[in-house]
C-alpha cells in the first residue's frame, strides 16, 4: 500500500517528464527512443538466455520472435545498408579493408541511411544481368512492356524490396498486375542467387548513433564524450569533429582511442545523396556486435 509520501512523489516525477517534453520535446522523444532500445535488447538477450537454459534452442522461429518483440518495444529503431561482395552473416572487423571501400572515415565498418548509397559498393553479378537482360530482350521482341519495365527495374540496380513497393505506383491492374508479378517473381529469385554483390539491411540502434562523433559538426555541438576527448586532445571546440579525427587518427590506433573514450562510431553525410537533396547520413561503426544483420538481398538472415 503506498504511502502519501509515495504518491506526491510520483505525481511530481509525472509532473516533471511532462516540463521536460514542454521545454524541450526532441531531446525527451529520444531519450523515450533509448529507453525503448535497451528494453528491446533486454527482451532479446533474456530470450536467448531463457532458449539455451531450457534446451529449446535457437532456431529460425526462435528468432522471428525476438525480433518481433524487439520491434514491438522499438518502433524507432534505424534502418541502414550495407553493401560488399562477400557473403556473412555477422560483420567481422577482420575483414575491415576487403570490401570495395577506401575507409576515408576513419576505420571501422560503413553502413549507410540511404541503400543507393551502399549499393555502389555491391559489384554486380555479370550473370544475373546477362540473365535479366536475356529476359528483357524476350519481352521486348514479345511486346510485353510490362515484364520489361519490371527487369528494367532490376537492371538499374533497384532490390526487390523497392520494386514491390512500387508496384501500385506503376498503375499494374488486372491482367498487367498479374504480368508484372511473374516477371517480378522471376527476377527476385535470380536477384537472390547471385554470388557477386550482397546488399545488407542492418539494424542499427539509435543509443549507438546518439553517441557517434559527428564528422560535419562542431565539437561544442557533439555529444558529451566527444567533447571530453577533443578537450584532453587540445582540440577547439570550435573545430569540426572531422579534425578531431585528424588529430586521432583514422587507423586502428585512432579507432581505438575513440572507442575507449565510449566513442559508437562516426557519422558524416553523404556527399553524393546531397545533390539529391536527400540528407542523408553514412555511418562508420566500430564495434560489429552493435549491428544486426536482418536480409541479405532482401532474404531473411538466419543464425
Do not use: C
Not at 41 to 70: F, V
Amino acid at each position: 500500500m503506498p504511502t502519501l509520501a509515495d504518491i506526491y512523489s510520483a505525481i511530481d516525477s509525472a509532473k516533471r517528464k511532462g516540463s521536460d517534453f514542454i521545454r524541450n520535446p526532441g531531446a525527451s522523444l529520444q531519450q523515450i527512443a533509448g529507453y525503448g532500445m535497451d528494453r528491446a535488447n533486454a527482451a532479446r538477450d533474456q530470450l536467448y538466455d531463457a532458449t539455451a537454459s531450457e534446451g529449446i534452442g535457437y532456431g529460425p522461429k526462435t528468432q522471428a520472435l525476438a525480433k518481433q518483440m524487439a520491434g514491438a518495444y522499438n518502433p524507432l529503431g534505424m534502418t541502414v545498408w550495407h553493401g560488399s561482395p562477400h557473403v556473412f552473416q555477422r560483420f567481422d572487423l577482420g575483414k575491415i579493408g576487403t570490401g570495395e571501400g577506401a575507409q576515408m572515415y576513419g576505420k571501422g565498418l560503413y553502413t549507410a541511411q540511404d541503400q543507393e548509397v551502399a549499393k555502389r559498393f555491391t559489384p554486380r553479378d555479370t550473370k544475373f544481368e546477362d540473365a535479366l537482360m536475356k529476359r528483357y530482350n524476350q519481352a521486348e521482341k514479345a511486346g510485353d512492356y510490362t515484364s520489361m519495365q519490371v527487369y528494367e527495374d532490376f537492371l538499374t540496380q533497384k532490390t526487390p524490396e523497392e520494386i514491390a513497393k512500387n508496384f501500385k505506383d506503376m498503375g499494374f491492374v488486372g491482367k498487367d498486375l498479374m504480368t508484372a508479378q511473374k516477371a517480378f517473381d522471376t527476377a527476385k529469385n535470380l536477384y537472390q542467387q547471385q554470388t557477386v554483390g550482397n546488399l545488407y539491411k542492418v539494424d542499427l540502434p539509435d543509443t549507438h548513433i546518439r553517441r557517434m562523433l559527428d564528422w560535419d559538426a562542431p565539437i561544442k555541438e557533439q555529444p558529451m564524450i566527444v567533447r571530453k576527448l577533443a578537450k584532453s586532445m587540445g582540440v577547439d571546440m570550435n573545430d569540426l569533429g572531422g579534425d578531431l579525427l585528424a588529430k586521432v587518427g583514422k587507423d586502428e590506433a585512432g579507432r581505438q582511442v575513440m572507442q575507449n573514450a565510449g566513442i559508437r562510431g562516426i557519422k558524416y553525410s553523404d556527399q553524393m545523396s546531397n545533390g539529391q537533396s536527400k540528407n542523408t547520413k553514412n555511418f562508420v561503426v566500430f564495434d560489429p556486435s552493435h549491428m544486426t544483420i536482418q536480409e541479405r538481398n532482401a532474404k531473411l538472415i538466419n543464425d
